[in-house]
């Protein structure tokens, strides 16, 4: 399996993940010309996405759906709920309601229900001959009964979304600091690191940040709030990537 993030921040995220015979798109939340652009510059062809999966309807995770969709009627996988949010802004004609754990091809996906002010959320599990991908974003918490499925996975692919310190001192209106605090808000770097301290193990490659924030955070407070989190646990871990914005990462191969 492969994956790289295309764009990942508080104005877009998708991310590009594929097995040695499909290829998938989590979220377009970004322009599809931006996406299309990544793509290209992997040696991807967009026109062989097979499936957009979908977290939410946040404007961050969709914007750039409709244009993509209606140039390569890409086949969007989303529950009944985000369905009908979608369906007020565009019309959907190629889709699967999902509300339990699927595959496309070879590649198995697992749901794992997050918590987000929104109709519906999803985090995902991803495998495929034996290697695996965790995606999570958007979440308040991520809930004790799906701990044990995210135990000892490939590559992490987790939201690191603010300094609790920085947003508190921050200029966003109280109510606002309130949201993205609560249980179907974000998860702060401090929340992250503890999840991702307790999930990762032996078979675990890398570790990509995502979802930073541009107000409320910085990539070296993300990055450093890990490492001594796993340094408390005394875990020497150390390939941690930051997301971007208005950049990509690397391809990420296991």
């Known amino acids: 399996m492969i994956t790289c993030v295309l764009s990942s921040g508080s104005k877009g995220n998708s991310t590009y993940i594929a097995s040695s015979s499909t290829n998938i798109l989590i979220d377009l939340g970004t322009s599809s010309l931006f996406v299309e652009k990544n793509l290209k510059e992997i040696n991807v062809d967009p026109k062989n996405i097979e499936a957009i999966i979908l ?48 595959n496309i091809k070879d590649i198995d996906v697992k749901v794992i229900k997050t918590s ?5 959320s999803n985090g995902y599990i991803f495998e495929s001959n034996g290697k695996s991908i965790v995606y999570i974003t958007d979440t308040g918490y991520i809930n004790n009964k799906n701990h044990h499925k995210l ?23 109280h109510h606002l600091k309130q949201r993205i605090l609560g249980d179907k808000g974000h998860l702060s770097n401090k929340d992250s690191s503890y999840y991702l301290s307790k999930f990762i193990g032996k078979d675990t490659k890398n570790i990509i940040l995502i979802h930073i924030s541009q107000d409320n955070n910085n990539p070296s407070l993300a990055l450093q709030c890990l490492k001594d989190k796993l340094n408390e646990e005394n875990n020497d871990f150390s390939d941690i990537t930051i997301s971007h914005q208005n950049e990509r990462t690397v391809v990420f191969k296991i």
């Open 55 to 102: 977290t939410h309807t946040h404007v961050d995770h969709i914007s750039g759906i409709k244009v993509f969709i209606k140039k390569y009627n890409t086949k969007l996988y989303l529950t009944k709920k985000m369905f009908d949010d979608l369906s007020k802004l565009f019309d959907i004609f190629n889709y699967v309601l999902i509300e339990d754990d699927f």
């Open 116 to 120: 987000h002010d929104t109709s519906d």
């Open 151 to 173: 135990l000892n996975k490939n590559i992490y692919i987790m939201e690191s979304n603010h300094d609790v310190k920085m947003l508190m001192n921050g200029n966003y209106p």
